[in-house]
């Protein structure tokens, strides 16, 4: 008599048991999100309006975004430092505030992004998603929470 085998589950194809969602893909979670925060600053659907009605929560999601956005690269981190650069340049102008480092950056992000109550839903994700950014670049503290996130992301996707 002869061992027959027999093969009880489908052949691994590319997706593992580390990957969260399959075989996505850092690029097609990078759309994702995109998709996810343009709905969400536009505010039109009832589960923006349920779970992003505090502008704090936004500019979270936009942070979020903004590291997916550089672990993702490409155009997606071309897009992300776009943004942070001209909100940096609006933010260090040498006559408002001369000398500020990667790391003085980042905190000026932070609290732009969740301290002030804004009364339009773009500020929060404008400065949330450079501050996500700003995380990778700055280091220290903030390189740990920008490593702690992508290595979730990377796991995600």
């Not at 500019?59 to 155009?75: E, N, S």
């Not at 609290?111 to 929060?124: D, N, T």
């Not at 740990?144 to 996130?149: A, E, M, N, S």
């Amino acid at each position: 008599m002869t061992a027959m085998n027999t093969v009880l589950a489908a052949p691994d194809v590319g997706a593992s048991f580390t990957q969260g969602l399959g075989a996505v893909g850092l690029s097609s979670l990078a759309a994702a999100g995109f998709i996810v925060l343009i709905i969400a600053i536009r505010n039109k659907s009832k589960y923006t309006k349920k779970y992003f009605s505090d502008l704090r929560h936004l500019a979270a999601l936009a942070a979020v975004t903004g590291v997916l956005f550089m672990i993702a690269g490409g155009t997606w981190r071309n897009l992300a430092e776009g943004v942070h650069s001209t909100a940096a340049s609006a933010l260090t102008a040498p006559d408002l505030v001369a000398g500020v480092t990667p790391a003085g950056l980042a905190l000026i992000f932070f609290v732009m992004s969740f301290l002030p109550e804004w009364q339009r839903r773009l500020p929060p994700a404008i400065f949330g998603l450079s501050f996500g950014v700003s995380c990778g670049v700055a280091g220290a503290f903030w390189g740990v929470l920008f490593k702690v996130t992508g290595a979730f992301l990377e796991k995600l996707a």
